[in-house]
């Protein structure tokens, strides 16, 4: 009897144990399957890219590389915005290829406002109203043919938009 | 309930101009209300819109978009009468749907 027994406990261990290692495997794999899944997919929210608190770090989690200025990225913001609660900025550019557009605020808590994606077809040209908590550098990011470009302008502000 | 977007899509030539405007506080969680207390943050985090099955423009946006956000772009391609599906979903999860007709 008693050895019948061990030998139950014993193929149930078997069966415990595979099933444990299935689990394990299973598990070992998510993280590897999620990391492509995340970089190809163009559509999903940004999270970490919109918590950073500098304009390099937002940029660098969003596109992984370098934006070089250039002056066929046309930025259009007001000198001086009497409310930081609405500032309207633009963009508009000359390059070809443009697949994403981003507009930074330097000052902000977090210096990411707004990241668009231009799928072909669209037209390179965005206006939309950002917040900015003070005096601060405006930076658009512009993504065409896979290498970023950038304009830069300080607009001054005379009313924050973050309350305080 | 009324729909929080408001929406016109004109077409001139070969593209299609899009203006929205959504009603939306867009805290950013930064700002504190009159008793000083942190008002929680709550915003649009991802726009679309979506012409003929496919997204023409996507918009991903923090809370450092201003309150009730205004957005213009234009896309090519769009005809008259056509619909445009515009719809969000916000960091609490609420979403809405709208759909505007290309004049």
Sequence with gaps: ?164 | MASTIRVRATLSGETTEVQALIQHPMDSGFVKDAKGEIIPPHFIQQLTFEYDGKSVFVADWGGGVSKDPYVKFSFKGGKKGDDLKISWVDNKGATDTTTAKIQ
Excluded: H, W
């Design chain 1, 1 to 164: 009897m008693t050895i019948t027994d061990n030998g139950f406990s014993a193929t149930r261990r078997l069966i415990l144990q595979g099933a444990a290692t299935v689990v394990l495997v299973g598990l070992g794999n998510l993280p590897f399957s999620l990391a492509p899944a995340f970089a190809a997919a163009n559509d999903k929210y940004p999270e970490e890219a919109f918590k950073q608190k500098n304009e390099a770090d937002a940029i660098k989690l969003l596109y992984g590389k370098t934006a070089e200025a250039s002056d066929k990225v046309k930025l259009d913001a007001p000198e001086i915005a009497e409310n930081g609660a609405v500032v309207p900025v633009s963009v508009s550019t000359t390059l070809a290829d443009v697949t994403s557009i981003s507009f930074l605020v330097s000052e902000n808590p977090n210096a990411l406002v707004a990241s668009y994606k231009l799928p072909s077809g669209t037209v390179p040209t965005v206006a939309n109203r950002i917040k900015m908590a003070k005096t601060s550098n405006v930076i658009v990011i512009v993504e065409a043919g896979g290498k970023l470009y950038s304009a830069t302008k300080e607009v001054k502000v005379t009313v924050g938009g973050c309350g305080g």
